[in-house]
Structures are given as C-alpha cells and as structure tokens.
C-alpha cells in the first residue's frame, strides 16, 4: 500500500439509542471517539417492519388518488394475459 493515502482505521465505541454498547473498528473520528445514534435498527421501522406511513406533499398523492380512484375496484379480478405472452402459440 502506498503510504499516506489511506485513513486512519482504529477502535471507536458505538452507542445505540437503548444504551447499548459495542466496540468496532472504523475511520469515523481518531482512536476512543463515542459514535452516538439517531437511527437504532432494533427500534427502527425500516428494520423492525413497523406500518409506514404516505406523505402527501403539495396535494400530489391526493390528485393521484382522485385521477385513478374508478380503475380498479373492489372485488374485481385482474384481466388475463393474452395466450400469446404465456408462450402458447396457435
């Protein structure tokens, strides 16, 4: 390796938001740094599955929702593909 050009890989201390602690190589900081976070993936929903929820920013979702609301229905099935795209030929 070429002197020089590589950061610095040490030990820091990893905080998650329930206390936890741990120790892992990185080259966030210089040596002993705390790494405090934000975004715990045991209590996060993007890890934990938890119910996600649509913004609606400046009406957008609310005009897609009203310019496709008759599409599909309830209850209603999909169409069938055409013969000739499952691959069956006459």
């Known amino acids: 390796m070429k002197p020089g050009i590589h950061p610095d890989y040490h030990e820091i201390k990893i ?4 206390g936890t602690e ?3 190589r990185s080259t966030y900081g210089k040596k ?22 649509l913004m ?3 009406g957008r979702l609310s005009r897609f929702q ?3 609301a008759g599409i599909i229905k309830e209850g209603d ?14």
């Not at 905080?15 to 329930?18: F, I």
């Not at 002993?32 to 119910?51: E, M, N, R, S, Y």
């Open 15 to 18: 905080v998650m938001t329930d």
């Open 22 to 24: 741990y120790t892992t």
């Open 32 to 53: 002993g740094d705390v790494l405090k976070l934000d975004i715990d993936p045991k209590a996060h929903p993007a890890w934990t599955g938890g119910q996600q929820q």
């Open 56 to 58: 609606d920013r400046g």
């Open 66 to 68: 009203k310019k496709f």
């Open 77 to 90: 099935k999909p169409a069938a593909a055409p013969a000739e795209a499952k691959g069956k030929k006459k």
